[in-house]
């Protein structure tokens, strides 16, 4: 049979499927990465608030513990966020003039709730609780990161599916005394007390999908 095609089309047709293939590659390539990157998962990106809300003056200049805010993280699946009456604890006397509590006032007087924007958000395919974390030994810093140098509250980490498994698999290296839940900076006094913890706390490593998909 006569050649239809001339020799050099089979190298060009190599040429086109195997570029072709990389080109598919590389674009999953890009996904993942892009999947992973913090734009995605919103890990350390600050977000535009209605009231400029200091954690760092709250917490380390004042001293406020995270629990006169987020009284729910010890008893249920959510931190919450404080209402306004919790600021007007303190600022219906100080700072009661400034401007840049005004929003926080109006809001105290019409009782509309202040918009603050959501920073952390999980799927809503996955289940999370604070309470078990908070019960078992695992402080707000593991997750949360150091809360009392933001002036502006980010996400210290992924969120990401992996980062959930490195602590249920490792949780020796993250659970500390009940005392210490709302510390920062908190450090274990011996190399052997995070294994002690998880014996004391009961803590099984929970890895199995309906952990967290239920
Ligand atoms: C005086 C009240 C107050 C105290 C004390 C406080 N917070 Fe908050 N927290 C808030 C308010 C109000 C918001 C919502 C506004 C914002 O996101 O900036 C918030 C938001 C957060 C968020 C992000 C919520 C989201 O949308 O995902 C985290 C995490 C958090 N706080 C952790 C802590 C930790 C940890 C501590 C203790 C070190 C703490 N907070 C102490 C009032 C407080
Ligand atoms: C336990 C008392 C207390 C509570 C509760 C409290 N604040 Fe404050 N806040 C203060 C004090 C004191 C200052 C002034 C700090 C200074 O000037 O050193 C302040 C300052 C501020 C400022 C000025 C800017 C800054 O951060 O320095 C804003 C805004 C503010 N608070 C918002 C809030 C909001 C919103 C809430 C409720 C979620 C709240 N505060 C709850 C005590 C409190
Ligand atoms: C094991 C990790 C972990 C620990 C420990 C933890 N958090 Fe969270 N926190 C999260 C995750 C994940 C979310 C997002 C939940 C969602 O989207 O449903 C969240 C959300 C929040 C929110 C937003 C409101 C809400 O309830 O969803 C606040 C406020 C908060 N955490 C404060 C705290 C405080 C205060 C502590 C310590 C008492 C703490 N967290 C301990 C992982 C943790
Ligand atoms: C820093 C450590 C740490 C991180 C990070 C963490 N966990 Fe946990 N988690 C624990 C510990 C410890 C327990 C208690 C296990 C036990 O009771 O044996 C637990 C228990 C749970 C439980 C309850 C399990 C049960 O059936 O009793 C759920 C659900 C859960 N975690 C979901 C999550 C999700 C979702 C994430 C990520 C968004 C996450 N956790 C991140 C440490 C962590
Ligand atoms: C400790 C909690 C935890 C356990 C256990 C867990 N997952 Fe997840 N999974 C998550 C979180 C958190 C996400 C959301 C990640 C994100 O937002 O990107 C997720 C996301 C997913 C997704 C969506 C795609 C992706 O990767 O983002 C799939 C599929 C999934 N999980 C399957 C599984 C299977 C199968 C198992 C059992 C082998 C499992 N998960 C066990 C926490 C968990």
Redo the contacts with the bound molecule.
Sequence with gaps: MAQIFHRSTNTFSRVWMFGGLFLVAGGIGLLLLMSRSSYATGEGIVLQQP????HD??TA??G?SCV??HWGAEESAFAGV?P?A??M???NL??NQ?P??AQ?RESYRTGQRIEWQRVHDLPDYVYFNHAIHVSKGVGCESCHGRVDKMPLIMQAESLQMEWCLDCHRNPEEQVRPLSAIYAMGWKPTDPEQGARLVAEHEINSKVTCSTCHR
């Design positions: 009231i400029p809300f200091s003056h709250h200049a004042l406020i006169y805010c404080p306004t919790t600021c604890n303190c600022h100080i700072w400034s840049m509590l926080v």
